[in-house]
């Protein structure tokens, strides 16, 4: 290995499992690559080829995170011999992307939908036969009158199809159904984060739950402590108090035997420190076992529906830089401005809305190139369309626009949501999006044309 490849590497924090880079490198001449198996990708190669805003899907790296928590699962129910069993539900809002959502299924996850929409994706998946349909589905979010229908007709057609319940309407509905249900708890203990409300309408306090009559199927009992969870503390906590309502519930419901404790696993987006998803866990079934021994009934089951933990890490965003301009201000530690040809307003949105941070680096590394404070600007012409970094600047080469010379940079860790809620400020195109899997790029979505932008508003 090239000395300076090394150097590089490990000034971008590439190649390390814990930050969930494992997958990426530099090669001898610089250019960012992905590897998989033997196969690798050349990142600024394809980046000239189809061109950017570019967002590349690895739906390998997919596979390998549901084999890895699949595995660490098992291997925690044996070591502490725990009886109850453990389900992932991949939920299909953080990307609805059919490669993402197959890759998945394919390795073993279950699913959870929020709206009609998802599952009517699912009951297209079970005609087309491409799942086990041994596959359990949780339903969350708002039950409108459609999505209580399918719900109902997939039951029917044998699949196990759970409904949460979020609100009273739905309690009216689901309570004495024949089939399995579930139920949320709004939880009073939340982490801290800035998009966990203090207060929001889903679920049910533990007082009104424990005031409700038996259920004829209640199954589950699902909560949220918000997404994000920065310590081991909040998840036990919130998972202490969730379980004394379980347990309380369970009286009067003995089909009570699940425990579901939603998203929130966080990923390491800005490179500071980890998260040890295997000590998380195992504190975790630690709790249920000693809680449930204490009064003596059987290990509940756990659902996780770790949503932004799984994909992010799967996908990638490239841009180029279009212009360079010095940041003369006094009293700002940045020193130049790097505008891309894409929009953090609409490619990667939750930058402007959750102020969310992101590992950034170059796709072909200069090596010798000394390091200035960048800010980074998308082409929007809204002045909230930038990126400052995680605190204050964005590290990067020190690159002058140059047309003959041209620059990619990186976002690492794009895979959940940001599709989803991807917009069209200002009339911008979205990225061009390829799929890498086994050699092969696929296209998975057009680069879109005027045509096809205008098409939205009506033209
Ligand atoms: C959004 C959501 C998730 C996923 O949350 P992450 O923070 O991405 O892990 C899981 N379950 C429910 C009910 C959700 O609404």
């Known amino acids: 290995m090239n000395k300076r490849a090394r150097a590089s590497r490990k000034l971008w924090k590439l190649g390390i499992s814990d930050f969930n880079t494992k997958y990426f490198d530099f090669n001898k001449d610089g250019d960012l690559i992905a590897k998989e198996g033997n196969n690798v990708y050349n990142i600024r190669y394809l980046a000239e080829k189809f061109g950017t805003s570019l967002e590349i899907l690895f739906p390998y790296i997919l596979d390998e995170r549901v084999e890895d928590l699949l595995d660490l699962t098992s291997s925690l129910i044996k070591k502490l ?18 490669e993402v959502v197959m890759a998945m299924v394919g390795e073993g996850a279950n699913i959870e939908t929020a709206s009609f929409n998802e599952l009517f994706l699912v009951k297209k998946m079970l005609e087309q036969e491409t799942f086990n349909q041994q596959m359990h589905i949780i339903c969350n979010g708002p039950k409108t009158e459609k999505y209580m229908n399918l719900i109902d007709e997939l039951q029917h057609k044998g699949l196990k199809v759970i409904p949460i319940i979020e609100g009273p309407n739905e309690l009216k509905s689901f309570q004495y159904s024949r089939f399995d249900v579930g139920i949320r708890l709004d939880m009073p203990v939340k982490s801290k984060a800035i998009w966990n409300k203090p207060i929001d309408r889903f679920g049910f306090t533990r007082k009104e739950l424990l005031k409700m009559e038996p259920f004829k199927n209640l199954k589950v009992l699902h909560y949220r402590i918000g997404s994000k969870f920065e310590k081991l503390g909040d998840i036990l906590a919130s998972t202490k108090y969730a379980l004394n309502v379980f347990f309380k519930l369970k009286e009067k419901n003995r089909s009570l035997d699940t425990i579901d404790i939603g998203g929130g696993m966080p990923i390491p987006f800005e490179r500071t420190r980890k ?62 401005w790097y505008v891309i040809d894409g929009s953090f307003m609409n490619d990667l949105i939750d930058t402007w809305a959750i102020e969310q941070k992101w590992a950034v680096a170059p796709v072909s590394n200069r090596f010798d190139d000394k390091l200035t404070e960048g800010w980074i600007s998308g082409s929007s012409c809204d002045s909230d369309d930038i990126y400052t970094g995680v605190d204050g600047i964005v590290p990067l080469p020190d690159y002058d626009y140059d047309p003959n010379d041209p620059f990619y940079i990186v976002f690492f860790d794009t895979g959940a949501y940001q599709d989803a809620l991807a917009s069209h400020h200002c009339m911008l195109s979205s990225p061009l999006k390829i799929i890498a899997e ?22």
């Open 81 to 98: 011999k725990y009886q109850g069993k453990f389900y992932y539900h991949y939920p299909m809002k953080s990307n609805q992307t059919k």
């Open 275 to 336: 998260y040890p998803v295997d000590k998380i866990l195992e504190k975790l079934f630690e709790l249920l076992k000693n809680e449930s021994e204490k009064r003596g009934v059987p290990h509940p089951n756990l659902i996780c529906e770790w949503g932004r933990y799984m994909v992010a890490p799967a996908q990638i965003t490239i841009y180029k830089i279009i212009d360079t301009k010095k940041i003369t201000q006094k009293g700002i530690s940045a020193k130049k």
């Open 438 to 459: 086994n050699g092969h790029i696929v296209i998975a979505r057009k680069r879109e044309s005027s045509e096809d932008v205008g098409k939205n508003f009506g033209w």
